[in-house]
């Protein structure tokens, strides 16, 4: 299922804007989550040195459990979603179909 999002365009004729929908093509919505997913790999990784730091910093014992569980919970603070994404191409799209107008 495509992803979509609707957008407000200034109405020459209104007070009230006209909402436009981008919808973004299948090749968009893959390259999104694709780049969705090589931040969400590169920030897990500086979560898990982060959180080694805190474990080393705060004199815990190095236990990999409890290391990624600090990891995990840093992650899931800092992750951005594919949504995120997926909307900040849609409002690309979206600004280069109306900034000409």
Same mark, same amino acid.
């Given at each position: ?22 919808? =973004? ?11 969705? $997913?090589?931040?969400?790999? $590169? ?16 004199? =815990?014992?190095?236990?990999?459990? /409890? =290391? &990624? ?8 603070? $800092?992750?951005?979603? &594919? &949504? ?10 979206? /600004? ?6």
């Amino acid at each position: 299922m495509a992803f979509s999002k609707s957008f407000p365009k200034q109405s020459k004729t209104s007070a009230y804007p006209q909402w436009e929908e981008i919808t =973004l093509t299948n090749e968009e919505e893959r390259q999104e989550e694709g780049k969705a $997913r090589s931040e969400n790999i $590169r920030l897990f990784k500086e979560c898990i040195e982060d959180a080694r730091s805190i474990m080393k910093e705060k004199g =815990l014992k190095d236990y990999q459990t /409890d =290391l &990624v569980n600090i990891a995990t919970a840093l992650f899931e603070k $800092r992750a951005s979603h &594919v &949504v995120y994404w997926k909307e900040s191409k849609a409002k690309e799209k979206f /600004d280069e179909m109306f900034s000409k107008q």
